[in-house]
């Protein structure tokens, strides 16, 4: 099973840049940008990382953000993950991140995006890797303040492939920015939502109805509607899952119970993805890995979740092709060296 995890192309849809940053990078940013930060090494950042809900892993999260100021810190971590997802075979990676929380620290937009774009374009000529951003608004601020981010984004337009929703989920519904989310589709924009991850299953009925999205990020509470469960099925909205997050943030305790499984048996599109992989304890080969111990994942279900990454992204019909191709290609290698080798 772990070698199939390793060598198979996949897509990632869920992850968030600002996640990537790993304590050796935010205790070097902060240092060179004269950023006070409450640990001395490596290991204290890390003994850090014991969180017992959203809120708790957020405030870390935040802390951590506060290291990144000019644009080349914002380069250095998007290349730092597509080098790291490329190593997994990620050969799609379609990543989320959160101008606000740079914003509103008094960072400009261009600093943060130019960094990001510059880092994407250089990577998909290093690695063998497509990107996409997409831009995320914090569901803890007013519509008004995502409103001006859109509207200062859609200057560098071409360079984003969506909107996201996400940070802290209870309390913040996805009604709640109904006019900028059809302000980003009606540019053009896709559209996604963190929903059903700390809250309940109104909040993925009102991300699909109101804010019209194209694919639900974690959506665990969907099992709580028998409606909305069927819906999801019946029209393959797809699911980014995030097997380790969802373990350390409490979601989903024990990891066995996991309901992967059980969204393949009922016609869902589920995904794996690493969403937060410094702080979480792994990228996205790690979260496959994890729920393949812990769910004994067949050999069958494992390709379906890695062609399911490909259905569920925004790439091209062609670009999808070639992917289901590449993957029907390593499976074969895979079973043939298996066969020379016994």
Same mark, same amino acid.
């Given at each position: 099973m772990f070698?199939?995890?390793a060598?198979i192309?996949?897509a990632?849809l869920?992850?968030?840049l600002?996640?990537?940053?790993?304590p050796e990078m935010?205790?070097?940013?902060?240092s060179?940008?004269?950023?006070a930060l409450?640990?001395?090494?490596?290991?204290?950042?890390?003994?850090?990382?014991?969180?017992?809900d959203?809120?708790?892993?957020?405030?870390?999260?935040y802390l951590?953000? !506060?290291?990144?100021?000019?644009k080349?810190?914002f380069?250095d971590?998007?290349?730092?993950?597509?080098k790291k997802?490329?190593?997994?075979?990620?050969r799609?990676?379609e990543?989320?991140?959160?101008p606000?929380?740079?914003?509103?620290?008094?960072?400009?937009?261009?600093?943060?995006?130019?960094g990001?774009h510059?880092?994407a374009?250089?990577?998909q000529d290093?690695y063998?890797?497509?990107?996409?951003?997409?831009?995320?608004?914090?569901?803890?601020?007013?519509?008004?303040?995502?409103?001006?981010t859109?509207?200062?984004a859609?200057?560098?337009k071409?360079?984003i492939?969506?909107?996201?929703?996400?940070?802290?989920?209870?309390g913040?519904?996805?009604?709640k920015f109904?006019?900028?989310?059809?302000?980003?589709?009606?540019e053009?924009?896709?559209a996604?939502?963190?929903?059903g991850?700390e809250?309940?299953?109104?909040?993925?009925? !009102?991300?699909?109805?109101?804010l019209?999205?194209?694919?639900i990020?974690?959506g665990?509470?969907?099992?709580?509607?028998?409606?909305l469960?069927?819906?999801v099925?019946q029209?393959r909205?797809?699911?980014?899952?995030?097997?380790? !997050?969802?373990l350390?943030?409490?979601?989903?305790?024990?990891l066995?119970s996991?309901?992967?499984r059980n969204m393949?048996?009922?016609g869902f599109v589920?995904?794996?993805? !690493?969403?937060?992989?410094a702080?979480?304890?792994?990228?996205?080969?790690?979260?496959?890995m994890?729920l393949?111990?812990?769910?004994?994942l067949?050999?069958d279900e494992i390709i379906?979740?890695?062609?399911n990454s490909?259905?569920?992204?925004?790439m091209?019909?062609?670009?999808?092709?070639?992917?289901?191709?590449?993957?029907?290609?390593t499976l074969?290698?895979?079973i043939e060296?298996e066969?020379?080798?016994?």
């Amino acid at each position: 099973m772990f070698p199939i995890i390793a060598q198979i192309p996949k897509a990632e849809l869920h992850v968030h840049l600002e996640g990537t940053l790993e304590p050796e990078m935010m205790l070097n940013k902060a240092s060179k940008n004269g950023v006070a930060l409450p640990y001395r090494s490596v290991n204290d950042v890390r003994k850090a990382y014991r969180f017992s809900d959203l809120q708790s892993f957020l405030d870390l999260y935040y802390l951590g953000v !506060s290291s990144m100021v000019d644009k080349n810190d914002f380069y250095d971590l998007a290349m730092a993950y597509f080098k790291k997802a490329s190593s997994q075979n990620v050969r799609r990676a379609e990543v989320f991140f959160d101008p606000q929380a740079h914003t509103r620290r008094g960072i400009d937009f261009s600093t943060v995006i130019n960094g990001l774009h510059d880092a994407a374009i250089d990577a998909q000529d290093k690695y063998e890797i497509s990107i996409g951003l997409i831009m995320s608004f914090l569901r803890d601020l007013p519509e008004e303040s995502a409103m001006r981010t859109l509207e200062e984004a859609l200057q560098y337009k071409k360079w984003i492939i969506g909107v996201g929703l996400d940070s802290k989920e209870l309390g913040n519904p996805p009604e709640k920015f109904i006019n900028v989310f059809k302000r980003a589709r009606d540019e053009g924009l896709m559209a996604v939502a963190h929903a059903g991850e700390e809250g309940p299953a109104e909040y993925v009925w !009102s991300a699909i109805k109101l804010l019209k999205v194209s694919r639900i990020d974690h959506g665990y509470h969907i099992f709580d509607d028998d409606r909305l469960s069927l819906k999801v099925s019946q029209e393959r909205i797809p699911l980014t899952t995030c097997p380790l !997050s969802a373990l350390r943030l409490n979601h989903i305790v024990p990891l066995n119970s996991f309901p992967i499984r059980n969204m393949i048996e009922h016609g869902f599109v589920p995904t794996i993805n !690493s969403d937060d992989p410094a702080y979480f304890g792994g990228y996205i080969n790690e979260n496959y890995m994890a729920l393949g111990t812990e769910l004994g994942l067949t050999l069958d279900e494992i390709i379906i979740l890695a062609k399911n990454s490909v259905f569920a992204s925004f790439m091209s019909y062609e670009k999808k092709r070639d992917m289901y191709e590449e993957i029907d290609m390593t499976l074969m290698e895979l079973i043939e060296n298996e066969r020379r080798i016994s």
